[in-house]
């Protein structure tokens, strides 16, 4: 298990599943850990239950919801005012929602906001943290569910047609192709410290299907006795924020601690410079332009 004294880590979605994990080992190995999470009640829980396994008091806490622009920023600004540099961002959080479409205050459909633009603008708003870092790594977590994906840039708020599993395969898509994009701009822009990741977790026994309700509910609790342990599925994200194995990898998707190809057709350079400029416009940021 690599060593992490002062390295300071921020996890998303820290209060369960794959993120709870993947904190508390990252804290485990002596990193500072900022746990961001939508719920107080929530991350105080977690945030005392990883200092007692821990055996120290380096985690800390920021409060966002990420489908909420207004509220990444801020956490993004009480990073930047409290932190001297980013280590590592492990981009964790994601959801599936249910059979209708909802908005998110933004008016961004809520699986796109909570998946794919809340991330891209936090990672956004963290890279001079990143860059002021010897050695930073961005960790997305993808899912083997973006072969499922149809986007449609066009209709990138699933407006003309929206299903759950469909915007859910769509952003995990969208979070390698947002990987691979960010790595060639970071080499694009000579910037040799940061490297950025994407993983598959695995089928992973959590609570993760439980808000999509209906069909997908019921069929997340019948494959259970099917699926992985959260600790095994948080295994690569470990990986790929603390081994030495990938320090100089940049732009790869991962299963199983592995490197793997990612086969989907609108997996083209071209769409991912659409997809990157339809992010900004859609967060009214802009990076590594």
Known sequence: ??????????????????????????????????????????????????????????????????????????????????????????????????????????????????????????????????????AARVVNLASMAYHVAKPNLADIQSAQRYSAMRVYGNTKLYNIMFTQELARRLRAHGISNVTANALHPGVVASNFGASAGGWLSKLSQLGRPFMISVEKGAETSIFLSSSPEVAAISGGYFDKQKPVAVKHSFNTADHARQLWEASEQLTGTQFLA
């Open 1 to 134: 298990m690599p060593s992490l004294p002062n390295q300071i880590i921020l996890v998303t979605g820290a209060t369960s599943g794959i993120g709870k994990v993947t904190a508390t080992k990252l804290a485990q190995m002596g990193a500072r850990v900022v746990l961001l999470a939508r719920s107080a009640e929530k991350a105080e829980a977690t945030q005392r239950e990883i200092k007692a396994v821990a055996g120290h008091d380096q985690v800390d806490v920021l409060l966002a919801d990420l489908a909420d622009l207004a509220q990444v920023r801020r956490a993004a600004a009480e990073f930047n005012a409290r932190y001297p540099r980013l280590d590592v961002l492990v981009n964790n959080a994601g959801l599936i929602f249910g059979a209708q479409r909802q908005l998110s205050v933004d008016g961004n459909e809520l699986g796109l906001a909570t998946n794919h633009l809340g991330p891209f603008l936090l990672t956004a708003l963290l890279l001079d943290k990143l860059r002021a870092s010897p």
